[in-house]
């Protein structure tokens, strides 16, 4: 197995925190932070990684695309008949 060495940058409380749990059981340093990484990574990843969204239903559909709003058209509009800037020359 290939393995790479990383270097790690540690706050000093959560370097205590390594030392203690290394200690605590017996592991060295290194095989504590490697436990440490994946023991804690699918938590890390369950937090972190947003939710996957769901498509709409054929009711959301039509309430967001077809369902008039006057504010919004009148805003569409303006914005169309603005001139259009030139492309600017790099």
């Known amino acids: 197995m290939k393995s790479e060495t990383y270097p790690l940058a540690l706050p000093s409380d959560l370097l205590k925190e390594i030392r203690k749990t290394a200690k605590a059981t017996g592991l060295s340093m290194a095989d504590t932070m490697r436990?440490?990484?994946?023991?804690?990574?699918?938590?890390?990843?369950?937090?972190l990684v947003p939710a996957k969204l769901?498509?709409?239903?054929?009711?959301?559909?039509?309430?967001a695309y077809y369902t008039p709003n006057q504010e919004?058209?009148?805003?569409?509009?303006?914005?169309?008949?603005?001139?259009?800037?030139?492309?600017?020359?790099d």
Do not use: W
Request: with cysteine.
């Open 72 to 89: 919004f058209d009148e805003l569409e509009h303006h914005c169309a008949r603005l001139p259009k800037r030139p492309p600017e020359d």
């Open 35 to 47: 436990q440490s990484i994946k023991l804690g990574a699918p938590k890390l990843r369950e937090q």
């Open 54 to 63: 769901k498509p709409f239903t054929r009711e959301e559909v039509r309430r």
